[in-house]
């Protein structure tokens, strides 16, 4: 059974702060996402990594870095939070097919105040 | 004009009724077709997937797939309260691992 963890269920963070956002998988799955979840926008990609130390933008990369060091682990680095970053984080990963579907984490609400 | 759409609801149906939920696409080089439920507060779970035309059947799930027009279809028999969330249809092209996400159609069943 595909498990995908991450670090916090809920996270209150202060403008300017930086964020980390942890993401484990234990399925060996290469690729990895992170999207973030807003009401009337649904899903939207931040950044996804299809090997270790390999990274490639998605659609709203601005404000965002990340982070994959070993292939279980892909983490979402906010440098330095503001209001509008305030949402929920979704990490998903795949094996490495393309007919595969996402797993999902339990995602990660964060406000920034 | 969004990758992928869908009406965002709400959709009300009666307990025991047939559930219709339809999602329309604008690349024509997607392969996989997914459809996903959501409750509220909880991350997405895989209801079905299809990768060609025609339908495809799981319990009282349905999924239909018309590449030709661009549209996939989530079809809920005996609709139960249980049922209630928000139902993402998610699309992904050949070749690819990015998949493009609908904003949601959010689905109620009245006991």
């Known amino acids: 059974d595909v498990k995908v963890t991450q670090s916090s269920r809920y996270l209150v963070k202060r403008t300017g702060e930086k964020v980390f956002l942890e993401c484990v998988q234990d399925?060996?799955?290469?690729?990895m996402f992170w999207y973030r979840q807003d009401p009337g926008l649904g899903l939207r990609l931040i950044y996804f990594s299809y090997d270790v130390k390999m990274k490639e933008k998605g659609d709203i990369p601005e404000g965002y870095s990340v982070s994959r060091e070993k292939k279980e682990r892909f983490s979402l680095i906010l440098e330095s939070a503001s209001t509008n970053q305030t949402s929920m984080y979704l990490c998903?990963?795949?094996?490495?097919?393309?007919?595969?579907?996402?797993?999902f984490g339990p995602g990660t609400r964060l406000t920034v105040t | 004009q969004k990758e992928v759409e869908q009406n965002s609801g709400p959709l009300s149906v009666p307990e025991g009724a047939i559930a219709s939920l339809n999602c329309t696409y604008s690349d024509r080089g997607s392969q996989s077709f997914f459809w996903y439920r959501q409750y509220s507060g909880k991350s997405p779970e895989l209801i079905m997937s299809i990768y060609s035309n025609g339908d495809k059947e799981d319990g009282r799930f349905t999924a239909q797939l018309n590449k030709a027009s661009q549209y996939v279809s989530l079809l809920i028999r005996d609709s139960q309260p249980s049922d209630s969330a928000t139902y993402l249809c998610a699309v992904r092209n050949t070749g690819g691992f990015k998949t493009i996400f609908g904003a949601g159609t959010r689905l109620f069943v009245k006991a």
């Open positions: 399925m060996d799955h290469e690729n």
């Open positions: 998903a990963s795949i094996p490495g097919l393309a007919t595969y579907e996402q797993y």
